[in-house]
């Protein structure tokens, strides 16, 4: 066994997560050890959300984000909050800056315990999504599965809240369609050259959505942030709902507001459920022992 690092498992809303603590260290997680620790029965999660050193001036922290098929992501919004709980706990302070691949995120820890992040900026040119041919109008691009004259799901709106995202708007269930059959097709459909976090939504009242996700590189999850908010923008951007809404995920709510600024601020709860030690090249790992 090599150099072992702290880890937290933790949880946003159901979607699991794991902190690995790589300040002071200047190698980052391996794709091996995501896909080893992902297949533990305790430590199985949807992402890694890796804590390094800033190189940045004016930024507290970098976080490298790995899916649990060992593949990279811009941006985790569950993620974020977990990281944003557990580095509260530690240092006492309540606001914090990162860097990750979608750019800068401010995120803050509230008195009530819930943690809001900043997303960024949607993005919705159609090379920024990535899509591989051009769109004009992303809010709902010509994309559909199942028969021609008969499509179960069709006409996506398409953007990116850093990693790209694709919302399936549907006026029945979100839980009546089979997205553990459709989300690895549509994930990986050529449109899609980075291949695509897939989204069904459908509109509850005027200022709350239910969403189920497909994630990229993760598969059916129980809550998305990053598809929370690309939801909840691309349902203002459509006139469905206004701009601050309450998206219910199948781990629970979350709430959503596209600020005038361009800004997405997600809000909702993470939580601890256990500490550890992991080597994060093999990613053999030992929890803590704990006093009884
Ligand atoms: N769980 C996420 C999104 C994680 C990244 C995604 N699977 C991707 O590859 O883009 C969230 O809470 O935003």
């Known amino acids: 066994m090599g150099s072992m ?76 909050r977990c990281v944003v709980q557990a580095l509260a706990a530690e240092t006492g302070r309540k606001s914090f800056t990162f860097k990750t691949l979608a750019g800068i995120l401010t995120a803050e820890e509230h008195a009530d315990g819930l943690v809001s992040v900043d997303m960024g900026r949607p993005e919705f040119a159609w090379d920024k999504v990535p899509l591989s041919e051009e769109f004009h109008d992303t809010s709902r691009i010509e994309l559909q599965i199942g028969p021609i004259e008969a499509p179960v799901l069709h006409s996506p709106a398409v953007m990116s809240m850093g990693n790209p995202h694709a919302i399936f708007w549907v006026s029945e269930d979100v839980w009546s369609y089979d997205l553990e059959r459709f989300g ?43 598809g929370a908010c690309a939801a909840a923008v691309s349902a203002a951007r459509t006139g469905r709902t206004g701009r601050t809404v309450t998206v219910t995920l199948p781990g629970g709510p979350l709430r959503i507001e596209w600020r005038e600024d361009d800004h997405v601020i997600m809000t909702g709860p993470a939580e601890w459920e256990f500490s550890g030690r992991v080597d994060p090249v093999t990613g053999e790992w030992q929890a803590d022992e704990v006093a009884a």
């Not at 190698?27 to 959300?49: H, K, N, P, S």
């Not at 993760?218 to 990053?226: D, E, V, Y």
Request: with cysteine; proline share 3%; net charge neutral.
């Open 5 to 80: 690092v702290p880890f937290a498992k933790m949880n946003g809303l159901g979607n699991d997560i794991v902190v690995i603590d790589m300040r002071g260290r200047s190698d980052a997680v391996t794709a091996e050890a995501a896909v080893a620790l992902a297949r533990g029965d305790r430590t199985g999660f949807d992402q890694i959300m890796a804590i390094h050193d800033s190189k940045t001036q004016g930024v507290d922290y970098r976080i490298d984000i790995l899916n649990r098929d060992g593949s990279r992501a811009q941006a985790c919004g569950n993620g974020t």
């Open 184 to 226: 690895p097709l549509l994930e990986n459909h050529p449109i899609f050259p980075e291949r695509a976090n897939i989204s069904i939504a459908r509109v509850t009242g005027d200022a709350s959505l239910d969403l189920r996700t497909w994630e990229r590189g993760a598969g059916l999850t129980r809550a998305c942030g990053s």
